[in-house]
T-cell receptor, first 116, second 116 residues
């Protein structure tokens, strides 16, 4: 079974508008962390934001915020005031505390294109 | 903090040849991970090291693949008798291992392998 599901292969957004990228996850571990990464065309994976399963508040980092709905097992990324430089692939990932490797499991990604 | 460094950035090889990639993690990071990313997909876990010990290998890591991390510093990933299906981006990441799920993986720019 897929642990991380990103159902939007591609998204468009107008510059300066907000956009939501969807992510659902599946785990039986009560302790886990959720991450979002950005991958521009140059290839590097850039860490954006983290949400812990026990965190009481939704995470925010500048223009990035995470809409964490634990009961629905969703962790959607919200990008406010989109900029042209936000055009990239975005990956949702999960780490389970029971997994001693602490590896991240990634979804298949969403390609975001910001229109001027 | 100079970031995670990978070498080479690109490698083109003929089927059947051996290739070796190098990763230099962030110096204080004790965990090092290798991932493979094919076009349009998220990174897939291959293997990881804690210091010099290789503690987990994915079933994706066939017998033709071997990874080392001598002295717990840089790491190498070797692919023997390359096949066209090995064509992918190979990503290295490092992190500090600490309690909790919070610490992100820091990725290098990757090595793009093309097998002709």
């Amino acid at each position: 079974a897929q642990k991380i599901t990103q159902t939007q292969p591609g998204m468009f957004v107008q510059e300066k508008e907000a956009v939501t990228l969807d992510c659902t996850y599946d785990t039986s571990d009560p302790s886990y962390g959720l991450f979002w990464y950005k991958q521009p065309s140059s290839g590097e994976m850039i860490f954006l934001i983290y949400q812990g399963s026990y965190d009481q508040q939704n995470a925010t980092e500048g223009r990035y915020s995470l809409n964490f709905q634990k009961a629905r097992k969703s962790a959607n990324l919200v990008i406010s005031a989109s900029q042209l430089g936000d055009s990239a692939m975005y990956f949702c990932a999960m780490r389970e505390a029971m997994d001693s490797s602490y590896k991240l499991i990634f979804g298949s990604g969403t390609r975001l294109l910001v229109r001027p | 903090d100079t970031g995670v460094s990978q070498d080479p950035r690109h490698k083109i090889t003929k089927r059947g040849q051996n290739v070796t990639f190098r990763c230099d993690p962030i110096s204080e990071h004790n965990r090092l991970y290798w991932y493979r990313q094919t076009l349009g997909q998220g990174p897939e876990f291959l293997t990881y090291f804690q210091n010099e010990a290789q503690l987990e290998k994915s079933r994706l890591l066939s017998d033709r693949f071997s990874a080392e991390r001598p002295k717990g510093s840089f790491s190498t990933l070797e692919i023997q008798r390359t096949e066209q299906g090995d064509s992918a981006m190979y990503l290295c990441a490092s992190s500090i291992h600490e309690q909790g799920t919070r610490s992100p993986l820091h990725f290098g720019n990757g090595t793009r392998l093309t097998v002709t």
